[in-house]
């Protein structure tokens, strides 16, 4: 009896082994096939160990190194020797060193970024003195400045840019009896209805709308309490109101610079304000409190003008670079264009620009 007990046992301890030595066999290929697919989905970091890999090496001598260097504290948490550097987290994972390689090249360019719009320069004292008209000029050089420019004009003579200006002398003069101190909305006022772009006021303008601006090749006309730019060529009574207006043409991210045409300097042409400088002594003309206390403003401008070539007779309207023949006279009557609004420009300068649908309706 004690022979076939003990012959059972035999039996059920053989069939047992047998057992667990086919689930071991059914679970090493898969482990292998994992590792397979983890050479197959990072090709650079497993090509050098993808024999170690397929071995189940790699994976137990991680594991174990791992439980070696985590040491739980009675709180739960792990010592600092647990923490894994930048350094180590890029050497284990290359997909994100090129990540932050990129990361990086974005910034660099963002930061180096560099805007600078070819407007003309124009000293508010083209007699080079401080007096009648010249004395209060900078209004009438920065809207001159900016419809030079939209005309397709390089460089302005100081007798030229005397021809330019008074005109809005006169018209200041009609309306309001003075063309001094103008501030945002008569300056918009002026462009609107005598240059050939128009104005837009903003209040309270960020630096980066400034520059959406400027990338657009729009320049931007700002104004300002000039006694905190520290413009050592600046004149200005120390009893005045300090007002003072220029132009935006550009911008430095290198430096963190505006560029700007500053007619109250000599040395105005591209001359740089850093962002905070130009940004806090924004301010408007109060002509109640006859000081620079009203709002952060500048005026945003877009180009729209009537133009022919030099010797031509074919007029188009100038938008953004990009002209439109009037196909009939009528329309000047149906879109309310005036035919003393009608510019004559350098024909090499209209040739140049991208030509948009005719306007015939």
Same mark, same amino acid.
């Given at each position: %009896?004690?022979?076939?007990?003990?012959?059972?046992?035999?039996?059920?301890?053989?069939?047992?082994?047998?057992?667990?030595?086919?689930?071991?066999?059914?679970?090493?290929?898969?482990?292998?096939? %994992?590792?397979?697919?983890?050479?197959?989905?990072?090709?650079?970091?497993?090509?050098?160990?993808?024999?170690?890999?397929?071995?189940?090496?790699?994976?137990?001598?991680?594991?174990?190194?791992?439980?070696?260097?985590?040491?739980?504290?009675?709180?739960?948490?792990?010592?600092?020797?647990?923490?894994?550097?930048?350094?180590?987290?890029?050497?284990?994972?290359?997909?994100?060193?090129?990540?932050?390689?990129?990361?990086?090249?974005?910034?660099?360019?963002?930061?180096?970024?560099?805007?600078?719009?070819? +407007?003309?320069?124009?000293?508010?004292?083209?007699?080079?003195?401080?007096?009648?008209?010249?004395?209060?000029?900078?209004?009438?050089?920065?809207?001159? %400045?900016?419809?030079?420019?939209?005309?397709?004009?390089?460089?302005?003579?100081?007798?030229?840019?005397?021809?330019?200006?008074?005109?809005?002398?006169?018209?200041?003069?009609?309306?309001?009896?003075?063309?001094?101190?103008?501030?945002?909305?008569?300056?918009?006022?002026?462009?609107?209805?005598?240059?050939?772009?128009?104005?837009?006021?903003?209040?309270?303008?960020?630096?980066?709308?400034?520059?959406?601006?400027?990338?657009?090749?729009?320049?931007?006309?700002?104004?300002?309490?000039?006694?905190?730019?520290?413009?050592?060529?600046?004149?200005?009574?120390?009893?005045?109101?300090?007002?003072?207006? %220029?132009?935006?043409?550009?911008?430095?991210?290198?430096?963190?610079?505006?560029?700007?045409?500053?007619?109250?300097?000599?040395?105005?042409?591209?001359?740089?304000?850093?962002?905070?400088?130009?940004?806090?002594?924004?301010?408007?003309?109060?002509?109640?409190?006859?000081?620079?206390?009203?709002?952060?403003?500048?005026?945003?401008?877009?180009?729209?003008?009537?133009?022919?070539?030099?010797?031509?007779?074919?007029?188009?309207?100038?938008?953004?670079?990009?002209?439109?023949?009037?196909?009939?006279?009528?329309?000047?009557?149906?879109?309310?264009?005036?035919?003393?609004? +009608?510019?004559?420009?350098?024909?090499?300068?209209?040739?140049?620009?991208?030509?948009?649908?005719?306007?015939?309706?």
């Amino acid at each position: %009896m004690k022979k076939y007990i003990l012959a059972a046992l035999f039996c059920i301890l053989a069939a047992g082994t047998v057992f667990i030595s086919l689930k071991a066999r059914e679970i090493e290929p898969a482990q292998i096939d %994992m590792g397979k697919i983890a050479v197959t989905n990072n090709p650079e970091t497993n090509a050098s160990s993808a024999t170690t890999t397929e071995t189940g090496a790699i994976a137990q001598t991680n594991e174990s190194e791992t439980k070696e260097k985590i040491n739980i504290n009675g709180d739960g948490s792990a010592d600092s020797e647990t923490q894994i550097t930048e350094q180590e987290r890029a050497a284990a994972d290359p997909m994100e060193t090129e990540m932050v390689k990129l990361a990086d090249l974005s910034t660099n360019v963002i930061t180096n970024e560099k805007v600078s719009l070819s +407007v003309p320069f124009i000293i508010e004292i083209p007699d080079g003195t401080w007096t009648g008209y010249w004395k209060n000029a900078c209004e009438e050089a920065s809207m001159s %400045m900016v419809n030079q420019y939209y005309r397709g004009v390089a460089s302005v003579s100081r007798a030229a840019s005397k021809n330019l200006m008074i005109p809005l002398f006169t018209y200041q003069n009609s309306i309001w009896g003075s063309n001094a101190d103008s501030n945002a909305t008569r300056t918009a006022k002026i462009i609107n209805n005598n240059l050939d772009y128009t104005a837009t006021i903003v209040d309270n303008p960020t630096i980066e709308q400034i520059k959406n601006e400027l990338r657009a090749g729009r320049p931007v006309i700002s104004f300002h309490y000039a006694k905190n730019l520290y413009n050592p060529s600046h004149r200005f009574r120390v009893d005045g109101s300090y007002f003072h207006v %220029m132009v935006i043409s550009g911008f430095d991210d290198a430096t963190r610079e505006f560029i700007t045409e500053d007619p109250g300097a000599e040395n105005g042409l591209d001359y740089r304000y850093k962002y905070d400088t130009l940004m806090s002594t924004l301010g408007d003309f109060d002509y109640t409190t006859h000081k620079v206390d009203g709002p952060a403003r500048v005026i945003f401008t877009t180009q729209y003008l009537l133009a022919k070539a030099e010797g031509g007779s074919r007029i188009y309207l100038v938008q953004n670079n990009i002209k439109q023949y009037i196909c009939r006279p009528d329309l000047f009557v149906k879109h309310g264009w005036k035919w003393s609004k +009608v510019r004559t420009v350098n024909k090499d300068w209209l040739s140049s620009l991208a030509s948009g649908p005719t306007i015939c309706e």
